[in-house]
């Protein structure tokens, strides 16, 4: 008989090994500044091989036996090992579809193009991902002796989607700062039906971001941003999830779009893990794609990463990226120049067609899948993409959330934009003729033209 192993994981500094912290402590940032990580005991994790991992996996997935058939929960050990089961709050998160887009690939001319539906979840992003863990630490935290009397965070619009709907499901108070007017109206009715406490402040992301930093500081509220690194260990099962779901097979590219920059830092960490205890031999390259708005980190790739600076960002029609001073900068940077990382951007007009192509052939696209389309349309152009390879893009967000921006595309008013395929309905009285005139001269041009 081996012995039961002890999985132990904490928090610690991105730029001290030595400095540590337990998982229960309410703490964000290192001494200096610099954000944590969770870091497992691999030691402990490679006590168990590779092909027993992949088959642990593969038996949890869908299970009913809670909370392991959550696509995040059946990696627990990878994630939060040391919780209760009776306090993880889950709404079986993960397992999203990934979509073969073989029409849309064709008009690229790329066979093996795939979107990791994300936004096929409870709140409608892949934020949930990461909130199951941050709220489920908070139910353990609680459940221990902690004082932890609200559970906070700045937003685009779907972390506080996603915190409100977990801290609603766990009765733990959630509290949401919003840029007023700069969210769509679903993100805005998220946190209010959740019964969230919303504001709606005058000013930016990173103006809210500065108000929630300093409530937590200074009123012991918990952060639940993603500068709050418990976020991250759930995110990262987005990469394990798509090697997963190709029999462990590694593609060539993964593209994601990048705002506050830690969807892509956790993107990498999954694939270092996995590569780390054997589970795969080699990683894709990733692409982190940028609003040409709010491209800090585009800018600082042009330059190799030698500089960084914030910027003010401009308004964009992928809103949860309009970021000009993104939180996890160092991470991102480490992960892209781990990941023979590569940096694009899009302007407002390469968006919104790139989404609209992409909604033609089936998809639903959100705006910020739209950044990725366009940039990973663009390196296949530039042959920087090869014909052969796989490619991955990943959807962060359903398509459902920001329809007005694809109603002003169809109804050619989106400001700046020369809406390349509208889709406009047809208005027409309810006269026979009429209508079979049209329709008929509609079908001939549309697909027969
Ligand atoms: C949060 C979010 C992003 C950006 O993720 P970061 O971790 O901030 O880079 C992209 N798309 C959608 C839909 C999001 O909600």
Known sequence: MSEKPFY??????????NE?????????????GALLEVVHDKDELRKTSAEDWKSLFRQRNLVNDFPYGSGVWGKKEWVLPNIANDNVVSMFEGHTNLYWAERYGEELGI?????KQCGNT???????LGMTVLVSMVKEMISRGKNIP?????STGDTSAALSAYAAAAGIPAIVFLPR???SVAQLIQPVANGAIVFALDTDFDGCMEIVKEISQKDGIYLANSMNSLRIEGQKTVGIEIVEQFDWEVPDWVVIPGGNLGNVSALAKGFDLMFDLGLIDRTPRIVCAQAESANPLYLSYRKDFRVFEPIAARSTIATAIQIGNPVSIEKAISALQRHGGIVEQASEAEIADACARGDRTGLFNCPHTGVALAAMEKLVKSGTIAKGERVIVISTAHGLKFVDFKVRYHQMELEGVESQIPNPPIELPAKYEKVRDEMLRQIEQRFYG
Do not use: M
């Not at 132990?8 to 090994?17: A, G, L, R, T, V």
């Not at 609200?150 to 700045?154: G, L």
């Open 122 to 128: 409870h709140t409608g992003s892949f934020k949930d």
């Open 20 to 32: 540590r912290f337990e998982l229960d402590e309410i703490v964000y940032q290192a001494s200096d």
């Open 8 to 17: 132990h994981s904490w928090f610690q500094s991105i730029h001290d090994p």
């Open 150 to 154: 609200a559970v906070a965070c700045a």
């Open 181 to 183: 007017g700069k969210v």
């Open 111 to 115: 066979a093996d193009l795939w979107i």
